[in-house]
């Protein structure tokens, strides 16, 4: 058993394949389908996605080889360290054992290269020559700039325009991997010029970041361009797989399994990368529970319903069966910027209905008192998203004292916050508010799903 | 022999021990002397730094044992990754192998903690309660707020006033780790007030800010204040060597010695952390070349001279027998923030007379070129100061596909730039100058060495 306060591993023993969860459902996860209620062939996608990537999506192969060029970009920062917060056990005075596994040390700073470098790989070998994509708080957007440089792809990024504005380094950050950046409303697409004959002066949204993104990527005529998601859809959920597999590994390096496995959720990408291979387990009768987090501004999980709902405002996307708030839903001007968006993965909305998973919802200023503690412990600071995830391991670890359980708890610590500090200032200065969601705005968002028809019960 | 693109090592062999080249040195350094040529005895010192601290500054023992408490909290990052730039070979068609020691992987972004984890002990041991120090570019503030914090003390920095305003981010890192932190010149101190007394519109400067940081550490009346220097003392030195123990440990691991041992040099801590490890090798008969890289802009190892001169502006220090471009010097405005002392720690000075080591100095295009290959290559966006490490490491992977040798280079990456991200804005706009120093100026400000005793020729 090795010294059990960092568990690293070699290069050599990064997981060769990726892991699907579509291949040990009991009962599939509904199909995406169209208005019309029928399923969505991988044809009306084309446009959208190169064929390879489709094909994932609709996979349910257990196992996926992870192409060796992909691997040998990963290896640059993975695996990546499973470590233990001894520190922030001593000061919660708990008998957990409190564990992270540390996505932080990737060159973008946060689990999205995963998918991205998979992506732009993919992409590149079907003879895709540029990436479009949009991005909010930016982890996305510098993600996929790095992966396309890396993968020689030219790179184009819609940041919603508030963003834009108020993150220069960001953009510096995209730009220095060779990208396009364009604040978004743009006068480049007609999705944008819609919005700014309206409004010139909108701060704008990933709602219609995603049109133009889209937009952009269906109509270039110059060379073969595609559009990149980074969350949400199946074959994101399968590229960060390799988190929970690295993690299961480290474990069993020291001898340990986790009694709880936490992920905090917007889209739902890195806590299903953190969990699947973990669900799977409990599939197989292990014991473990398995908690998502979400932001109480912003809870499609606990407050939302299960439906088809469009992936954008437009309803320019097939439907998707998952935990909604209504595409129509302006979540409030919270700081955890990637955890705004009002649906959920189909596949970990599918785990929740399954029973294979919880959910719980946190207010922030609980978040952010987490994150803190976190830094003044373990010294990194984290990002906004990723305090969500602390503040429920807290939790955990609190529960695990009032019962004297030595209880082992696992968080992905999916990205750190040096890119998204004005959070921490705002938290200081007493300015964020613990907004919870009332319960009309709900009912009035969640009416725009009314018409679609209903996955199956 | 492992898989030599990422070499790690487990936390429980992370070196116990710092190496302290002094032990080492054929003929010993000049010891600091007072402005009247006589020996600064450590009672002099014991206002500023804690004894402990001063007897590792005086000490000739070849190896110092890390405090527990100390590797405890350096296993939370450490041992860092030694990784092979593949990419960046393939980039350069070069048969050299080029690894790089990535420090960025500490919570502060940098080398720094590695000295700032040992001060803030030694410090808490002796019952110091409160540490002043002062920042430029921010990465040593940032590093003693976090260690300060982790260690359970208070701590102070004065801030560079054109910093303060222009890195709200630095601000707020340093203010989520618990720190103070001040723009100087402040009214705090009388320092301070004489200099906005002159000019309350002042930009600040580094020799001010030590000023600053000094006099409120050694006048303050509440509680036990000591002050912490990042760079150019011995002691710093020392705890930064664990950086080239590791590294060489790593290269064990894969059957490897470098040919080529490069850092950057501001105050010399990084470098020397680096180096000195293989400096002991080539005084016991190895064949390694060691290259310390300065910027042309300040060119104190290459263009310096080798004198007894004062740490700062107002000779407030004993003085110092290192190369330096005299202590009146005031260094272009170049972004490179961490590379501009006006000297060079008298340990890597000694080493560089002592025939050693090597000294290059490179203009900052070709350092922000190199940088931009790198994060287009390898993924990791490195900080300014690190870049010249970079540009060195490039120039050496040339000549050695000129020469048509396979040699092993190896750089200290010594942080990564998320935090430091205006100056890539600067290369990208075509803003950055290569200036270069000119000879009257060195002779100008080399006057104001004029009158100290000589160090032995």
């Known amino acids: 058993m090795s010294d059990p306060v960092r568990v690293v591993l070699e290069a050599a023993d990064m997981p060769r394949q990726w892991?699907?969860?579509?291949?040990?459902?009991?009962?599939?996860?509904?199909?995406?389908?169209?208005?019309?209620?029928?399923?969505?062939?991988?044809?009306?996608?084309?446009?959208?996605?190169?064929?390879?990537?489709?094909?994932?999506?609709?996979?349910?192969?257990?196992?996926?080889?992870?192409?060796?060029?992909?691997q040998e970009v990963l290896r640059i920062w993975r695996p990546s360290p499973l470590q233990r917060a001894v520190r922030l056990e001593q000061a919660l005075g708990t008998p957990a054992r409190i564990f992270y596994k540390n996505e932080g040390v990737s060159p973008a700073g946060s689990h999205k290269p995963n998918t991205a470098?998979?992506?732009?790989?993919?992409?590149?070998?079907?003879?895709?020559?540029?990436?479009?994509?949009?991005?909010?708080?930016?982890q996305w957007g510098s993600a996929l700039a790095?992966?396309?440089k890396l993968m020689g792809l030219e790179c184009k990024v819609y940041m919603v325009r508030i963003s834009f504005d108020q993150k220069p380094f960001r953009?510096?950050?995209?730009?220095?991997?060779?990208?396009?950046?364009?604040?978004?409303?743009?006068?480049?697409?007609?999705?944008?010029?819609?919005?700014?004959?309206?409004?010139?002066?909108?701060?704008?949204?990933?709602?219609?970041?995603?049109?133009?993104?889209?937009?952009?990527?269906v109509t270039a005529k110059d060379k073969p361009t595609r559009y990149g998601l980074g969350s949400v859809l199946n074959h994101v959920m399968l590229h960060q797989t390799i988190i929970g597999l690295e993690t299961r590994k480290q474990f069993e390096k020291i001898g340990l399994y986790?009694?709880?496995?936490?992920?905090?959720?917007?889209g739902g990408s890195n806590f299903a990368g953190m969990s699947f291979?973990?669900?799977?387990?409990?599939?197989?009768?292990?014991?473990?529970?398995?908690?998502?987090?979400?932001?109480?501004?912003?809870?499609?999980?606990?407050r939302g319903q299960y439906a088809y709902d469009s992936g954008d405002v437009a309803v320019m996307t097939p439907l998707l069966a998952m935990h909604t708030l209504g595409h129509t839903f302006v979540p409030a001007p919270i700081h955890a910027g990637g955890l705004r968006y009002h649906g959920m993965a189909p596949m970990v909305s599918h785990a929740l209905r399954e029973g294979l998973i919880e959910a719980a919802a946190i207010p922030q200023n609980e978040c952010y008192q987490a994150a803190v503690l976190f830094a003044h412990t373990e010294g990194f600071i984290p990002a906004p998203e990723t305090s969500h995830?602390?503040?429920?391991?807290?939790?955990?670890?609190?529960?695990?004292?009032?019962?004297?359980?030595?209880?082992?708890?696992?968080?992905?610590?999916?990205?750190?916050?040096?890119?998204?500090?004005?959070?921490?200032?705002?938290?200081?200065?007493?300015?964020?508010?613990?907004?919870?969601?009332?319960?009309?705005?709900?009912?009035?968002?969640?009416a725009s799903v009314a018409g679609f028809p209903k996955p199956p019960a």
Chains 1, 2 share one sequence.
């Open 389 to 446: 995830a602390i503040a429920q391991t807290i939790r955990e670890a609190k529960r695990a004292k009032e019962e004297g359980k030595a209880k082992t708890v696992v968080m992905n610590w999916s990205g750190h916050g040096l890119m998204d500090l004005s959070g921490y200032q705002a938290f200081f200065d007493g300015k964020l508010s613990d907004y919870v969601l009332p319960e009309a705005e709900i009912k009035k968002s969640l």
């Open 171 to 217: 953009k510096i950050m995209m730009r220095t991997w060779g990208a396009e950046c364009v604040a978004s409303p743009s006068t480049e697409t007609h999705a944008g010029r819609a919005v700014l004959a309206q409004d010139p002066n909108t701060p704008g949204s990933l709602a219609i970041a995603i049109s133009e993104a889209i937009e952009s990527a």
């Open 117 to 138: 470098i998979a992506q732009a790989y993919y992409n590149k070998v079907f003879g895709i020559q540029r990436m479009v994509t949009e991005t909010g708080a930016g």
């Open 277 to 302: 291979p973990f669900v799977c387990d409990k599939i197989h009768g292990k014991n473990v529970r398995i908690v998502g987090v979400e932001p109480a501004a912003c809870p499609s999980m606990t």
């Open 258 to 266: 986790p009694d709880v496995v936490i992920g905090c959720c917007g």
């Open 19 to 70: 892991y699907n969860l579509n291949a040990d459902f009991r009962r599939p996860a509904p199909p995406p389908i169209g208005p019309d209620g029928k399923p969505v062939g991988p044809e009306m996608l084309a446009p959208v996605f190169p064929m390879n990537l489709i094909e994932q999506e609709v996979s349910t192969q257990r196992w996926i080889d992870i192409p060796e060029p992909v």
């Open 146 to 148: 790095m992966s396309c």
